[in-house]
């Protein structure tokens, strides 16, 4: 029993650790008793194994993907809003504060706003580089491939981008739950940088051409756009809190900063991947010249 238990915890070290000293430790636990502590100093190696995997001889730095970073950023965020817009309509402010609220508010809707029209926007430049590609020649099979790529991947995400702006628009209009002032100030910093993260696979798609890396970095460029007016956006929901924090909970003072920190951050990622993955130059095939085949 305690033999196939240590058996088990060996399993949980890094491959390559496994690869380089996991037979002789397996050899090791069949010649030998096992016992309680002989399990725990295995699980107390693998944690330790895993803490420093860059020592282990041909450890390959560990990777995260991106995939899972900006799905589990957005799912925070969703988490999130319950806490931080159920709170919100409970914020009221004085008269004396009406003036400095009300242009804080605006400040924050406008950029918010904004920064999802940039990232809707951004799409468009691919699909008119695209056709415009496509009617040069020698090019145009190639560029009709890359925009047909492009236009699968837009379809595919056509309804999960719809389904979230029907849920930041419903907020905005008061469809749901009230959110107040503070909740509609703030509801685009946890919306937008999910449209974001679901245009994101459109510049790349088209990155992967290079008749499409110039509209790719345009797009990447726009991107970034979103990411700054949503970052400007958040000190003004903060200034906000700050007119009516005597009377917001903890809790949802924690949701809104926390909330905050990962919108700023994921928003930052997905125009940093955009535009570290589409190359600087627009840029021409070997041999040919930018509007069409060289001639000597």
């Given at each position: 029993m305690m033999r196939s238990v240590a058996g088990a915890v060996l399993r949980l070290y890094p491959k390559a650790w496994r690869d380089r000293y996991g037979e002789e430790v397996a050899d090791l636990i069949a010649a030998r008793p096992v016992r309680l502590r002989?399990?725990?100093?295995?699980?107390?190696?693998?944690?330790?194994?895993?803490?420093?995997?860059?020592?282990?001889?041909?450890?390959?730095?560990?990777?995260?993907?991106?995939?899972?970073?900006?799905?589990?950023?957005?799912?925070?965020?969703?988490?999130?809003?319950?806490?931080?817009?159920?709170?919100?309509?409970?914020?009221?402010?004085?008269?004396?504060?009406?003036?400095?609220?009300?242009?804080?508010?605006?400040?924050?809707?406008?950029?918010?706003?904004?920064?999802?029209?940039?990232?809707?926007?951004?799409?468009?430049?691919?699909?008119?580089?695209?056709?415009?590609?496509?009617?040069r020649a020698p090019y145009g099979a190639?560029?009709?491939?890359?925009?047909?790529?492009?236009?699968?991947?837009?379809?595919?995400?056509?309804?999960?981008?719809?389904?979230?702006?029907?849920?930041?628009?419903?907020?905005?209009l008061g469809w749901g739950r009230p959110v107040g002032a503070l909740g509609s100030?703030?509801?685009?910093?946890?919306f937008v940088p999910a449209l974001m993260a679901l245009v994101l696979p459109l510049p790349l798609a088209a990155a992967a051409s290079p008749l499409m890396a110039g509209a790719a970095r345009a797009a990447g460029r726009s991107?970034?756009?979103?990411?700054?007016?949503?970052?400007?956006?958040?000190?003004?929901?903060?200034?906000?809190?700050?007119?009516?924090?005597?009377?917001?909970s903890p809790w949802h003072v924690a949701a809104v900063a926390a909330g905050a920190l990962i919108s700023v951050g994921l928003a930052a990622l997905v125009a940093w991947t955009a535009l570290r993955r589409s190359p600087d130059d627009p840029a021409a095939l070997p041999g040919h010249s930018p509007l069409g085949p060289t001639r000597i």
């Amino acid at each position: 029993m305690m033999r196939s238990v240590a058996g088990a915890v060996l399993r949980l070290y890094p491959k390559a650790w496994r690869d380089r000293y996991g037979e002789e430790v397996a050899d090791l636990i069949a010649a030998r008793p096992v016992r309680l502590r002989t399990v725990t100093d295995l699980a107390a190696g693998a944690a330790d194994a895993w803490l420093h995997h860059r020592r282990i001889p041909g450890a390959r730095p560990l990777r995260v993907p991106l995939s899972a970073v900006l799905v589990a950023g957005v799912y925070a965020l969703w988490l999130l809003w319950g806490p931080a817009g159920r709170d919100a309509s409970g914020l009221v402010f004085s008269s004396e504060q009406a003036s400095e609220a009300g242009w804080l508010f605006r400040t924050a809707m406008s950029c918010f706003l904004a920064a999802g029209a940039m990232a809707l926007l951004s799409p468009l430049q691919l699909g008119i580089a695209a056709r415009a590609a496509g009617k040069r020649a020698p090019y145009g099979a190639a560029a009709r491939a890359t925009g047909r790529r492009v236009l699968v991947t837009a379809l595919i995400l056509a309804l999960p981008i719809g389904l979230v702006l029907m849920m930041y628009v419903g907020v905005e209009l008061g469809w749901g739950r009230p959110v107040g002032a503070l909740g509609s100030a703030m509801a685009g910093g946890f919306f937008v940088p999910a449209l974001m993260a679901l245009v994101l696979p459109l510049p790349l798609a088209a990155a992967a051409s290079p008749l499409m890396a110039g509209a790719a970095r345009a797009a990447g460029r726009s991107l970034a756009v979103a990411a700054m007016l949503n970052a400007i956006a958040w000190p003004a929901v903060m200034g906000l809190m700050v007119l009516g924090v005597r009377d917001g909970s903890p809790w949802h003072v924690a949701a809104v900063a926390a909330g905050a920190l990962i919108s700023v951050g994921l928003a930052a990622l997905v125009a940093w991947t955009a535009l570290r993955r589409s190359p600087d130059d627009p840029a021409a095939l070997p041999g040919h010249s930018p509007l069409g085949p060289t001639r000597i």
